[in-house]
C-alpha cells in the first residue's frame, strides 16, 4: 500500500495563478483532510471530506476549494493564488468517525506564490 | 472549543538522557489526545494516543506519554534520547464533532545533542 500521495511535491505560482492539489489514498478511508503549514503556526485544517460527495470548511477555508469526486481522491483547489498562500500544505485521511482513530498523512507539497 | 499548547518551542537534550516535550489541553468532555512527529521534509507521523484507560500510554520508537487529567496534560516522554529523535513534535486534540477534525499545537523541535 502506498498510504497516502500527493501531487506535486513542490510547485512555484506566480500571483494569480490556479492550481490544483492531489491526494490520493488507497487504504479505503473515508474521512480525509486538507491542512496547512506555517512555521509558528503548527497545522491549520483548511477543507475536509466525510465522504465520496461531501465536503465542508476547516479553519482556514478563504482562498480554497475542494471537492471529492472519487472515495480514493480529494482535491484542493487555488483559483487565484496569492503570496499569503504560500505554505506547505497536507493531506491526511482516516478510517471512519471513530475518534480513536489516528489520521494518516502524506508527504506535503511545498507551494510558493510569488 | 478545544485546544492544546506547546508552551516550548525548541527543546534541547544529550544523547542519553531522559527527554520530556511539554502538551496541555483544553476541551470539553473526554479528550481524545494525540502525538505526532514530523523529520525534515516529511509528513506527519503518528508516535501515540490516549483514548481512554492507563494514564501511561506507550507508543513507537520508544516514547510514552502521561495523560494527567488534573492538570490537563499529555506530556511525552522518553527515557534515552537518540540524536535521531531530533524533530517536530505536534500535540493534538481531537474534536467532539463528527468529523474528528485534530487541532494541532503549534510544535516543538526537539534536538538531541550528542
Known amino acids: 500500500n502506498a498510504g497516502v500521495t500527493q501531487t506535486p511535491k513542490f510547485r512555484v505560482l506566480k500571483t494569480g495563478q490556479s492550481m490544483t492539489l492531489l491526494c490520493a489514498q488507497d487504504?479505503?478511508?473515508?474521512?480525509m483532510y486538507w491542512y496547512r503549514q506555517d512555521p509558528g503556526m503548527g497545522l491549520r485544517l483548511i477543507h475536509y471530506s466525510v465522504g465520496e460527495g461531501t465536503t465542508a470548511k476547516g479553519e482556514v477555508p478563504d482562498g480554497y476549494n475542494v471537492s471529492r469526486l472519487k472515495k480514493q481522491n480529494f482535491l484542493l483547489g487555488l483559483e487565484s493564488a496569492a503570496p499569503s498562500q504560500t505554505s506547505v500544505y497536507f493531506c491526511?485521511?482516516?478510517?471512519?468517525?471513530?475518534?480513536?482513530?489516528?489520521?494518516?498523512f502524506g508527504p506535503g507539497t511545498r507551494l510558493t506564490v510569488l | 472549543a478545544q485546544s492544546v499548547a506547546q508552551p516550548e518551542d525548541q527543546v534541547n537534550v544529550a544523547e542519553g538522557n531522559p527527554l520530556t516535550v511539554k502538551c496541555t489541553y483544553s476541551v470539553s468532555g473526554n479528550p481524545y489526545l494525540f502525538w505526532y512527529v514530523q523529520y525534515p521534509n516529511r509528513g506527519l507521523q503518528f508516535l501515540l494516543k490516549?483514548?481512554?484507560?492507563?494514564?501511561l500510554v506507550k507508543g513507537s520508537y520508544g516514547f510514552e506519554a502521561e495523560f494527567n487529567k488534573s492538570q490537563t496534560s499529555f506530556h511525552l516522554k522518553k527515557p534515552s534520547a537518540l540524536v535521531s529523535d531530533s524533530a517536530l513534535y505536534f500535540c493534538?486534540?481531537?474534536?467532539?464533532?463528527?468529523?474528528?477534525?485534530?487541532?494541532f499545537g503549534t510544535g516543538t523541535r526537539l534536538t538531541v545533542i550528542p
Open positions: 490516549y483514548i481512554t484507560g492507563d494514564n
Open positions: 491526511a485521511s482516516t478510517p471512519t468517525s471513530a475518534r480513536g482513530n489516528e489520521q494518516f
Open positions: 487504504m479505503n478511508h473515508e474521512y
Open positions: 493534538a486534540v481531537r474534536d467532539h464533532t463528527g468529523a474528528n477534525n485534530l487541532f
